[in-house]
């Protein structure tokens, strides 16, 4: 569900996000969670590679279960938790074992649902089973693309991969591109579509929630001045301002 914010000034006029009320607001599992070093554009020897990046507010790392953890141990999830190194959710799922893992959370997953990672269970959104159970039409995600190696394909915001058939070793999958790939088919996945699904509807508003992000500002070459760029003068919003690009 999308929020709206009801003051018409200028930075939060256009800002429209997704309402979290229903999130867990307790503070993320501690053993599950590090600081991580952030690159920000630069490579081993402190030299900027990529820019437009750089500062953003401070994160925690969730360490995410993408593979199977336990075959056939159910789990009962605790809390379902805002993730901001990722775009969908995710869901602290306590075991019958006595651990807890962090996993994607599926869309219509709830605080109290149980899941389970079976070959072959029930088609309930967070289940996880091999392709090869699973019947055709299915919507799945978090699938592997080769066995124990844990989730590679579909795992962001609203994401889901759809369950087309089975051929000898093989099942197909329908991309989000419509792309049909080939996946073996003892490989596991996840059932359901990735919550978070109104993710692509998000409208930043103002330039400081990038900044937060850790984006820093691009600006054009044709907004610059001759000196500053070779694409830069002329008059008005010209393509380029010169016949050619020029050395400085």
Known sequence: MMKKDSNKNPSTRHHLDID?????KAEPHK??????????????????????????????YREIEFAEPFI?????????????YR???????????GARKYILAADGMKVGSKIVCKEQTDLTPGN????????????????????GQGGKLCRSAGAYLTMTGLEGDYAYLKMPS?????????CY????????IEHNLISL???????????????????????????GGGRGKTPRGTKRPKDI
């Open 72 to 84: 056939g141990v159910t789990g009962k999830v605790e809390q379902i938790e805002y993730d901001p």
């Open 205 to 231: 508003g103002k330039a400081g929630r990038s900044r937060n992000m850790g984006i820093r500002p691009t600006v054009r070459g044709s907004a610059m001045n001759p000196n500053d760029h070779p694409y």
């Open 31 to 60: 053993a599950l969670t590090f600081g991580r070093k952030r690159a920000v554009g630069r490579n081993n020897a402190g030299r900027i590679t990529m820019r437009h990046k750089g500062a953003g507010h401070k994160k925690l």
């Open 20 to 24: 979290r009320t229903k999130l867990s």
């Open 178 to 186: 419509t792309e049909v790939r080939k996946v073996l088919n003892n």
């Open 189 to 196: 996945a996840s059932i359901g579509v990735l919550s978070n």
């Open 87 to 97: 775009t969908s959710f995710i869901a602290l799922v306590l075991y019958t074992n």
């Open 128 to 147: 996880r089973m091999l392709l090869k159970n699973i019947p055709g039409g299915t919507q799945v995600h978090n699938v592997e693309i080769r066995p």
